[in-house]
């Protein structure tokens, strides 16, 4: 067999059955033997798209997501969608290959340089010989790594015979990354700091879904009579508790901002407490903060913690709740009551200062609209952009796990292709992207790929005609802010044209068609979302 034929076989071994690629003269033989063996070959409409698909297809399964794309352009059109998987450490296998080894071949990359100068991994089958054990290797990479890695397969190589007889019978496992165990003097030293707060809250964030921690991080927070925070990429923990007190940070919400001021000890969960979820630490001023997460990297990488714990979220929660509970504390009766109220405020919450206009809709009383109508259990994705605080906190259907964003690597335009490739997966029936008018409009060929695949999608564009954090930094420098503002083509049209249902939304009334469209949906609905480029919310 040919070592194209090989690298099929060994993928299906390994239980993959979807690969997300565009064709070329580096893998249109792999992609065709992927395919002949029942393999599912998504095509994409650009190789960017391509690797997002495969980053959230693995973000939602828990299971490496695997991407194709050709030597050259193919890879380099892949780099910011492969830094971004890096960056959320995302394991992703990319398969692609070196160009014939001819000095003059204008597609020549070097593709170990390439990969080392992104940080991201990258292996090489050597001979026709060695293409199992190269792969073999790659993969023990991805599990041991959980991120990215480009598998080097060349043309030359990848159309040579081969004489390979057995394939390795292990299978992709589940994406489990592993934890250390925590140690006695930190676990007590956290008990001491949680168990004389008077006015608690946990903030919990990514790390507690991976770890399947929510049950054991409530229970902590009962023991304590804490009110409940999650960072942005702990969207749809919590929901439904009585202190649920939202996204803590930034994108905060009014409502529960005061609590958060007045609290005098946060224990933040599987979350990296980044600058958007800590202001840079000045939230935590005058509090303790305890710090949890299996990465000990992660703990002080952004915010020096008064005590700092490396363990599985669940292990180490549920030692701190079974001996808080031993310590029979005092009921924290007050404390409970206003994270209560707080958060019963939140949910009857209007805009006080309501921006709609005569032809646009004030953007949080468009997600709230939104949310109203989106099926429970959906999966949402979201881009990157200004719309990010007037619709994060607004969003009440996320579940835990079934929630992203493409935040790794701060760029916009990745949302769609992202919501793609959830969808793809099968976690939820209808996969929701929110996006602003410049992401979507980056790349907004991949409506061909969701229409290709009738795949049931929302697509919700913000659209202000304008890329939003430009507009905010230029009026701050004292520039006109219409340099910001960009002119597209008609969204609905566009849309449509492309083959998706699209609709136009304007005031808030214009919801209530969305609901219907939604309880029929058989392939991608595009909301265009008219928003005032003037109204400008913080992040």
């Given at each position: 067999m040919k070592v194209y034929e090989q690298v099929a076989r060994l993928l299906s071994r390994h239980s993959v059955d979807t690969m997300f690629g565009l064709l070329g003269d580096a893998n249109m033989y792999v992609c065709s033997a992927f395919e002949a063996a029942g393999g599912r070959l998504v095509r994409t409409s650009h190789e960017a798209g391509a690797v997002s698909m495969a980053d959230t297809y693995a973000r939602m399964t828990r299971r490496w997501g695997?991407?194709?794309?050709?030597?050259?352009?193919?890879?380099?059109?892949?780099?910011?969608?492969?830094?971004?998987?890096?960056?959320?450490?995302?394991?992703?296998?990319?398969?692609?290959?070196?160009?014939?080894?001819?000095?003059?071949?204008?597609?020549?990359?070097?593709?170990?340089?390439?990969?080392?100068?992104?940080?991201?991994?990258?292996?090489?089958?050597?001979?026709?010989?060695?293409?199992?054990?190269?792969?073999?290797?790659?993969?023990?990479?991805?599990?041991?790594?959980?991120?990215p890695v480009v598998l080097n397969v060349p043309i030359p190589i990848s159309s040579s015979q081969t004489d390979a007889a057995g394939f390795p019978s292990t299978s992709f496992a589940a994406w489990a990354p592993s934890a250390p165990h925590a140690d006695e003097e930190a676990v007590d030293a956290a008990l001491g700091l949680a168990a004389t707060?008077?006015?608690?809250?946990?903030?919990?964030?990514?790390?507690?879904?991976?770890?399947?921690?929510?049950?054991?991080?409530?229970?902590?927070?009962?023991?304590?009579?804490?009110?409940?925070?999650?960072s942005g990429l702990g969207l749809g923990l919590f929901r439904g508790h009585p202190r649920h007190l939202g996204i803590m940070g930034s994108i905060g919400h009014d409502e529960a901002t005061q609590v958060l001021m007045d609290s005098d000890c946060v224990i933040a969960v599987g979350t990296s407490l980044n600058k958007y979820t800590s202001f840079g630490g000045e939230l935590f001023e005058g509090k303790s903060l305890i710090h949890i997460d299996r990465d000990p990297v992660k703990l002080g990488w952004f915010v020096a913690p008064t005590c700092a714990v490396a363990g599985?979220?669940?292990?180490?929660?549920?030692?701190?709740?079974?001996?808080?509970?031993?310590?029979q504390l005092p009921d924290k009766k007050q404390w409970k009551q206003r994270c209560d109220e707080a958060s019963a405020a939140m949910?009857?919450?209007?805009?006080?200062?309501d921006?709609?206009?005569?032809?646009?809709?004030?953007?949080?009383?468009?997600?709230?609209?939104?949310?109203?109508?989106?099926?429970?259990?959906?999966?949402?994705?979201?881009?990157?952009?200004?719309?990010?605080?007037?619709?994060?906190?607004?969003?009440?259907?996320?579940?835990?796990?079934?929630?992203?964003?493409?935040?790794?690597f701060g760029s916009i335009g990745l949302g769609l292709a992202g919501g793609i490739g959830a969808a793809v997966s099968g976690v939820s029936d209808v996969t929701v992207v929110l996006a602003g008018d410049g992401g979507f409009m980056m790349n907004v060929s991949e409506l061909a790929t969701a229409v290709r695949e009738r795949l049931p999608m929302i697509i919700a564009v913000y659209n202000d005609s304008a890329y939003g954090a430009e507009y905010q930094k230029l009026l701050n420098e004292g520039f006109p802010a219409q340099h910001s503002y960009n002119q597209w083509p008609d969204v609905t049209r566009t849309a449509a044209g492309m083959g998706c249902h699209a609709l136009t939304i304007r005031k808030p009334e214009d919801f209530e068609s969305v609901g219907e469209e939604i309880a029929r949906l058989s392939g991608p609905l595009v909301l265009d979302i008219h928003l005032d480029p003037t109204h400008h919310l913080n992040f």
């Open positions: 695997v991407a194709t794309v050709t030597h050259g352009p193919g890879l380099t059109n892949a780099v910011t969608s492969l830094v971004e998987a890096a960056r959320f450490q995302s394991p992703v296998l990319v398969i692609t290959g070196d160009t014939p080894a001819e000095a003059t071949h204008m597609q020549r990359l070097d593709i170990a340089a390439l990969c080392a100068s992104v940080g991201v991994a990258h292996e090489r089958v050597h001979r026709p010989d060695t293409a199992e054990r190269d792969f073999a290797r790659a993969v023990q990479r991805l599990k041991s790594t959980n991120a707060a008077s006015r608690p809250v946990v903030v919990a964030g990514r790390g507690v879904i991976e770890s399947g921690a929510e049950a054991a991080v409530l229970d902590l927070a009962e023991a304590l009579g804490a009110g409940l925070f999650t599985d979220a669940r292990a180490v929660t549920a030692l701190m709740a079974d001996s808080i509970r031993e310590g949910a009857r919450w209007t805009p006080p200062d921006r709609t206009g005569a032809d646009t809709i004030d953007i949080r009383l468009a997600t709230q609209r939104l949310d109203a109508v989106l099926p429970p259990g959906c999966t949402i994705v979201s881009d990157v952009g200004r719309f990010i605080a007037g619709s994060w906190p607004y969003i009440t259907k996320a579940t835990p796990g079934k929630f992203t964003a493409m935040t790794g």
